[in-house]
């Protein structure tokens, strides 16, 4: 079983910045299409953003397109979301994923079914 672990959640005041961290410990992590997931209270699990197993191509929901950030480094398989211009509705918590598929394709999806694995969250909560 692949465990992920996300950390670098915390509050953060609006306009500010915040990394997440997302650690995995699965041996096929280069191949593995990654995205972040964020739930907010009384909301469902949304897309915020996605990225291809060499971070070559990425995905963003357009609620964070231009502020946020993912990438990844294959060689400490881990993945990462900065996060910039930070409002109150990104407060939620942050999840990531992994699809393990066929493996090193050009392509991470936006779908919550299509990942095999799921992280624990941490919390981002921003507000002044």
């Known amino acids: 079983q692949v465990q992920l672990v996300e950390s670098g959640g915390g509050l953060v005041q609006p306009g500010g910045s915040r990394r997440l961290t997302c650690v995995c410990d699965?041996?096929?992590?280069?191949?593995?299409?990654m995205a972040w997931f964020r739930q907010a209270p009384g909301k469902e699990r949304e897309f915020v953003a996605a990225l291809s197993w060499n971070g070559g191509t990425t995905y963003y929901d357009d609620s964070v397109k231009g502020r946020f950030i993912i990438s990844r480094d294959n060689d400490k398989n881990t993945v990462y979301l900065q996060m910039n211009a930070l409002k109150h509705e990104d407060t939620a918590v942050y999840y990531c994923?992994?699809?393990?598929?066929?493996?090193?394709?050009?392509?991470?999806?936006?779908?919550?079914?299509?990942?095999?694995?799921w992280g624990r969250g941490t919390q981002v909560t921003v507000s002044s």
């Open positions: 994923a992994a699809d393990h598929g066929p493996g090193f394709i050009d392509f991470a999806s936006r779908e919550k079914k299509d990942y095999d694995y």
């Open positions: 699965g041996r096929a992590f280069s191949s593995y299409a």
